[in-house]
């Protein structure tokens, strides 16, 4: 959401975008693009779409469940447990919905067919895109950062600063591994702060 408000607002200067996700691309073709056929989102459409008639005669929607409980069974992918320690341990919290009952089934079906990184190569500010080496999601920032600067007259502004040995969830809160004085400088350096 970050990169694609940079391409569209002429007053950003700066932009930093830490362990991203593209929603519209994990929507569409699934996680590591597993699903990225059109007979595939054809199924995930028609499944999603008779889900919300049935929660529209119900009058309620439902949920899609949030991270798997703690302790996490041992055959979980690693972005699974890696997700679940953080919502369901260390950052639990009553009204989050990662921590439970997740978000509503049919509420991320729009991303689908939006591209929203469609004129990411046009943004002319500063871009840092900071990802963890290990992170289940990190083929989201490395992609973005390439179609930013592919076809780009605006490069010399953009930089993909990828963490060694990071996952996921250390960019929300491992202080250890943060890159706070970076980011600073980043933002310093293109007139903000």
Known sequence: MALNAAALDTRIKATVASTMYDMTRVNANGYFDSEDSEEARYAKKQSLNTLRTEEYRKGEYSRGGGCVPLPV?????FFVKDYSEYYKGRCYHKRSLNSNDGWNSIGCMSFMNQPILKYS??????VLIVHGEKAHSYYFGK??????????KYTSNKELLTIPGAVHTDLYDNLDV?????????FEENGVG
């Not at 190569?121 to 500063?126: L, P, V």
């Not at 943060?178 to 980043?186: A, C, G, H, L, V």
């Open 73 to 77: 069974p041992e055959d979980a992918p």
């Open 121 to 126: 190569n046009e943004i002319r500010s500063a």
């Open 178 to 186: 943060i890159p706070f004085d970076k980011i600073q400088k980043f």
């Open 143 to 152: 992609d973005a950062y390439e179609n930013m600067i592919k076809d780009s």
